[in-house]
Every structure is written in structure tokens, then in C-alpha cells.
């Protein structure tokens, strides 16, 4: 079952988001920083995926220059993690959109 939750890291005010899949790995990812909330990573699993399987390392490099790197490893034990809540699709979603459309103007 997927799931959309969040964590907090007070020492870098930055808030992640995860859209994690069956097996508990990060699919997507989406952090923001700051009180302004600026996002700095919105990446996709999918997309990674492509781009080491049908591009070159230059590709990857500016793909994670410009969208950041996903987590690695499963999310077991987000729920310990300060500030931690589950989030509805619609939620993760609206973050994803405003992070890609944010990162994507900055390319």
C-alpha cells in the first residue's frame, strides 16, 4: 500500500516528504526549507530509474543538480522521526507540483 507521510529536521528547518511505495521505499520525495518554504528536492524514483538505465552519468549528474537525490533504503521508522505524520495524496501531490514547477524554473 503506498503511503504520503512527512518528517521534520529542526537543525536544517526543512521538512521532507515521501510518497513511499508497497515495500516501504521512496517513490517520490519532496523537501522544503526555511519559512519560506523553498523547495530543494523533489525526485522520482521512476525517473532515476530511466535515467540510469537509458542515459549517461552526465545526464544523472544534472538531473540530481537540478532535483536533488532520493532516499535511499526502506522508510521503516519514519513514524519515530520528530514531527511525523501521515498525509493525504492530495497533500503530497500539491507539494510535488509547486516543488517541480519551482526546481524546473530553476534549470
Known amino acids: 500500500m503506498t503511503t504520503w507521510f512527512r518528517t521534520y529536521y529542526e537543525d536544517e528547518d526543512l521538512w521532507l516528504y515521501f510518497e513511499a511505495d508497497d515495500e516501504g521505499w521512496a517513490a517520490r520525495q519532496v523537501e522544503v526549507q526555511g519559512q519560506n518554504s523553498r523547495p530543494v528536492t523533489a525526485v522520482s524514483l521512476e525517473e532515476v530509474l ?40 492530495e497533500e503530497f501531490e500539491r507539494l510535488w507540483a509547486e516543488a517541480r514547477r519551482t526546481l524546473g524554473d530553476s534549470a
Open 50 to 89: 530511466h535515467l540510469r538505465d537509458r542515459d549517461d552519468l552526465a545526464a544523472m549528474s544534472h538531473y540530481e543538480r537540478q532535483f536533488g537525490v532520493l532516499a535511499e533504503g526502506p522508510m521503516d521508522g519514519w513514524r519515530d522521526q520528530p514531527q511525523a505524520a501521515e498525509i493525504s495524496v
